[in-house]
């Protein structure tokens, strides 16, 4: 399966952005879909999870209640919904999807990945 992040830019703290993130090639329904972001000079982390069905989700602590995460398998289109945004939320976001592990947290087993999309949040 091939992804596709997209709806980064520049905002202003407090603003507000939804990142997509679209399949092809194969339906997402059967993956594990979770966003990373990755700061300058850090390493790249998890901000959230969802599962297959979309029941099950998982935030980090520095997003929770301001970043929401959803699927529609039928257009095989992840979303990541962040609101109240701070300067830290400042990253690269990625989109990524895995086949075999449905909790995962670690990067390494993802095992495909769009090629993310810049958040720049000026305070």
């Known amino acids: 399966v091939q992804l596709q992040a997209s709806g980064g830019g520049m905002v202003r703290a407090g603003d507000s952005l939804r990142l997509s993130c679209v399949a092809s090639g194969r339906s997402l329904g059967n993956y594990t879909v979770a966003w990373f972001r990755q700061a300058a000079g850090k390493e790249r982390k998890i901000v959230a999870r969802?599962?297959?069905?979309?029941?099950?989700?998982y935030y980090d602590d520095s997003v929770k209640g301001r970043f929401s995460v959803s699927r529609d398998n039928a257009k095989t289109t992840s979303y990541l919904q962040m609101n109240s945004l701070k300067p830290e939320d400042t990253a690269v976001y990625y989109c990524?999807?895995?086949?075999?592990?449905?909790?995962?947290?670690?990067?390494?087993?993802?095992?495909?990945w769009g090629q993310g999309t810049q958040v720049t949040v000026s305070s």
């Open positions: 969802i599962s297959r069905s979309g029941i099950g989700t």
């Open positions: 990524a999807a895995s086949l075999l592990y449905t909790g995962a947290r670690d990067p390494e087993l993802y095992e495909h």
